[in-house]
């Protein structure tokens, strides 16, 4: 039975020992805009971002917000573009440290480190900004996580000047190992390289790059117990993708997609190429795809270990049952509850949920 600030009767329900879990949905938030990135902090408060350029504080407790200050001035919310995704640092315990990705002015994306104290943003550092612009203000792609190599990865999509796929594209930023677009980053916790990062063909010497060929990865998770990443992503109209990634892989954007672009023509004749690696699955028509996270809670009985994925195009959020790493049944979840923007696994049983219609910020629990 599902229940928000009343219950509501859905299929979601089961009575039925068969290891289904009954959940429970309240709304913490409303009317609070696009909420794009959050995260939990240690007191089970909440930290957010609203496209438009701030960040909240959510206190459990009492239910309110509160604005965070020291913000810098160039953030650009145009386009797809904006105060994006956040992150707390693991030790933020005693570092008190936030990450934080957003587009600036010209349409450049930036992630940037800074100290909580209180509710001000202190101790501002820029940690990388893409060395060109996305000049349509579109596929900056945008999540972090933090693996358990205790790296911090970024993903970023393919910016450029548009998105056309195919052999003849004019738009290969996801294939040049000299830019920043179209990668999923790895980088020590101050922003530097790692040693073991690969070198990419291309390359010289090692850099931040760890996979290439992203059009535009919007969710990003490890798995609890493997440890394996997997990233979503958008795939032109159709092909929307959920991979897993290694260091070194090409995943061919815009040179293979089993989509098409939006003015009808063929990218390429499926997924299978030499040196690219194939989507684990791939969604037809497109779904596209964001937030990404695991459950991880025995609460959640038989969906523990699944993977949970948010639709903005479909409205809804996806159970994937995963075995072995690799995507199988589907469930969905909060049917047309709206855009699902992100989600996120946090402690004690709860799973969060934004969603874009009506500015909301759902916690899913079982019962």
Same mark, same amino acid.
């Given at each position: 039975?599902?229940?928000?600030?009343?219950?509501?009767?859905?299929?979601?329900? &089961?009575? &039925?020992?068969?290891?289904?879990?009954?959940?429970?949905?309240?709304?913490?938030?409303?009317?609070?805009?696009?909420?794009?990135?959050?995260?939990?902090?240690?007191?089970?408060?909440?930290?957010?971002?609203?496209?438009?350029?701030?960040?909240?504080?959510?206190?459990?407790?009492?239910?309110?917000?509160?604005?965070?200050?020291?913000?810098?001035?160039?953030?650009?919310?145009?386009?797809?573009?904006?105060?994006?995704?956040?992150?707390?640092?693991?030790?933020?315990?005693?570092?008190?440290?936030?990450?934080?990705?957003?587009?600036?002015?010209?349409?450049?994306?930036?992630?940037?480190?800074?100290?909580?104290?209180?509710?001000?943003?202190?101790?501002?550092?820029?940690?990388?900004?893409?060395?060109?612009?996305?000049?349509?203000?579109?596929?900056?792609?945008?999540?972090?996580?933090?693996?358990?190599?205790?790296?911090?990865?970024?993903?970023?999509?393919?910016?450029?000047?548009?998105?056309?796929?195919?052999?003849?594209?004019?738009?290969?930023?996801?294939?040049?190992?000299?830019?920043?677009?179209?990668?999923?980053?790895?980088?020590?916790?101050?922003? &530097?390289?790692?040693?073991?990062?690969?070198?990419?063909?291309?390359?010289?010497?090692?850099?931040?790059?760890?996979?290439?060929?992203?059009?535009?990865?919007?969710?990003?998770?490890?798995?609890?117990?493997?440890?394996?990443?997997?990233?979503?992503?958008?795939?032109?109209?159709?092909?929307?993708?959920?991979?897993?990634?290694?260091?070194?892989?090409?995943?061919?954007?815009?040179?293979?997609?089993?989509?098409?672009?939006?003015?009808?023509?063929?990218?390429?004749?499926?997924?299978?190429?030499?040196?690219?690696?194939?989507?684990?699955?791939?969604?037809?028509?497109?779904?596209?795809?964001?937030?990404?996270?695991?459950?991880?809670?025995?609460?959640?009985?038989?969906?523990?270990?699944?993977?949970?994925?948010?639709?903005?195009?479909?409205?809804?959020?996806?159970?994937?049952?995963?075995?072995?790493?690799?995507?199988?049944?589907?469930?969905?979840?909060?049917?047309?509850?709206?855009?699902?923007?992100?989600?996120?696994?946090?402690?004690?049983?709860?799973?969060?949920?934004?969603?874009?219609?009506?500015?909301?910020?759902?916690?899913?629990?079982?019962?």
């Amino acid at each position: 039975m599902l229940s928000c600030s009343k219950e509501i009767e859905s299929p979601l329900a &089961s009575t &039925s020992p068969t290891g289904i879990p009954e959940i429970k949905i309240t709304t913490l938030l409303n009317n609070q805009g696009i909420i794009w990135g959050f995260d939990i902090l240690p007191d089970g408060n909440l930290l957010f971002t609203q496209k438009s350029g701030t960040i909240q504080l959510y206190d459990n407790l009492t239910r309110s917000t509160t604005r965070i200050t020291g913000l810098p001035t160039n953030i650009s919310a145009v386009g797809q573009g904006g105060l994006l995704d956040l992150a707390i640092a693991p030790d933020f315990a005693s570092s008190k440290s936030v990450f934080v990705t957003y587009s600036i002015t010209g349409g450049f994306l930036s992630l940037a480190r800074f100290t909580l104290r209180g509710n001000v943003a202190t101790d501002w550092r820029l940690l990388h900004t893409t060395e060109s612009a996305s000049t349509w203000n579109g596929h900056f792609g945008s999540r972090i996580a933090f693996g358990p190599d205790g790296k911090l990865y970024w993903s970023v999509g393919e910016g450029g000047g548009g998105s056309l796929g195919g052999a003849s594209s004019p738009h290969q930023n996801s294939q040049r190992t000299t830019t920043f677009w179209g990668k999923i980053h790895r980088m020590n916790i101050d922003g &530097s390289v790692p040693s073991d990062n690969p070198i990419l063909p291309g390359q010289t010497q090692r850099s931040t790059l760890y996979s290439y060929g992203h059009r535009n990865p919007q969710g990003m998770a490890f798995e609890p117990k493997s440890g394996r990443l997997f990233v979503n992503e958008h795939g032109p109209s159709g092909g929307c993708e959920l991979n897993r990634v290694e260091a070194g892989n090409n995943f061919g954007w815009p040179l293979y997609s089993v989509g098409i672009n939006y003015n009808g023509t063929t990218i390429s004749n499926g997924h299978t190429a030499p040196g690219i690696i194939a989507p684990l699955k791939t969604w037809t028509p497109a779904l596209a795809p964001s937030g990404l996270t695991f459950i991880n809670h025995t609460s959640f009985k038989d969906w523990n270990g699944n993977l949970l994925m948010g639709s903005l195009t479909r409205k809804h959020l996806i159970n994937i049952k995963m075995t072995n790493g690799i995507p199988g049944s589907e469930t969905i979840l909060l049917p047309d509850f709206g855009r699902i923007r992100n989600v996120k696994m946090g402690p004690a049983g709860k799973i969060y949920v934004s969603v874009e219609d009506g500015g909301r910020l759902l916690e899913l629990t079982a019962k």
